[in-house]
């Protein structure tokens, strides 16, 4: 070989090869079973994923039927991360019509959770505390899986539990002005046990965990002479729910609508619960507002 052209060879190998080392790592694609879970592995991801949520904002887990783009989503995923507690009955299904074989992180992991007769309620979420579970389980699951950004993870990670922290504080400083009494409020279906249990606040449902269930004639018969005996100021619609059975439970039983809460899933980007963080102030400021109203 001519040795002006092995000159030559040599110098655009010795360019290519910072170059190419220099390239940005392939970014993580981590597919989310829910809206939720969604904001909370972008918050600790970062710039370093690409977060697909499988049920999007304003969509009801629990009647949800995956498609076959669902599937194919999966397929491309490395990491798959669930709410687990038995909150999506349709996940195993899905994993083995997609073939997946990759990590599934349950970001449920290490939480206490409350049982409803044989089965636990997988609402966790609607307790700040839990969430902070969440997000360490999300930042070791995302560690193993980029183990040279475990660092950055683990800062996002506790940046945003500080935040969780502070709006933990604001909420019971909400609801501290709150008279016991009058902490009784009725939504579409029973989501909010941990936030009850939370804040010590009274939540009455015509439906059980899901809203695949039906409200039966004497749920909704019983709670509406609750709201005339026990001096239930507000009822509340769900983002995730049809609005008509609350607002009929509202009417007979003599209480006001007091707006909607966001229970399974975020709003829509660009409106007024886009993020968890959003989400749950949100609930607070509207449950607060509601109990402390005229009667």
Do not use: C
Not at 84 to 111: C, H, N, Q
Not at 173 to 186: E, K, T
Not at 237 to 260: C, Y
Not at 266 to 279: F, H, Q, R
């Amino acid at each position: 070989m001519n040795p002006s052209r092995r000159s030559t060879i040599a110098t655009l190998l010795a360019l290519a090869v910072p170059s190419a080392l220099a390239q940005p790592a392939r970014l993580l694609k981590v597919v989310a079973s829910f809206s939720i879970l969604a904001d909370l592995a972008r918050e600790v991801g970062g710039s370093a994923v690409e977060v697909v949520a499988l049920v999007g904002p304003n969509a009801d887990a629990h009647v949800f039927e995956p498609s076959p783009a669902d599937a194919r989503r999966l397929a491309t995923a490395d990491l798959v991360v669930v709410n687990g507690l038995g909150f999506e009955g349709w996940m195993d299904r899905l994993v083995r019509a997609s073939g997946y074989g990759g990590p599934i992180t349950v970001a449920s992991a290490g939480v206490a959770a409350r049982w409803l007769g044989r089965g636990p309620d997988p609402h966790a979420w609607q307790d700040l505390a839990n969430t902070q579970r969440y997000v360490l389980n999300l930042r070791d699951a995302l560690s193993r899986a980029r183990p040279a950004l475990a660092t950055e993870f683990g800062q996002r990670s506790a940046q945003y539990i500080q935040r969780l922290q502070a709006l933990d504080r604001e909420v019971r400083a909400r609801f501290d002005a709150v008279p016991r009494p009058q902490r009784r409020v009725i939504t579409s279906h029973d989501a909010f046990g941990y936030f009850a249990a939370a804040y010590d606040i009274q939540f009455l449902a015509p439906q059980g965990v899901s809203t695949d269930s039906e409200a039966s004639a004497a749920a909704v018969a019983r709670l509406i002479d609750q709201i005339r005996r026990h001096d239930v100021r507000a009822v509340f619609v769900e983002n995730i729910a049809d609005p008509r059975l609350v607002e009929r439970i509202a009417r007979e039983g003599g209480a006001a609508v007091g707006g909607r809460l966001y229970s399974d899933a975020l709003s829509p980007p660009g409106t007024e619960a886009d993020t968890y963080l959003k989400l749950f102030a949100h609930n607070a400021r509207t449950i607060a507002s509601a109990l402390l109203g005229p009667r």
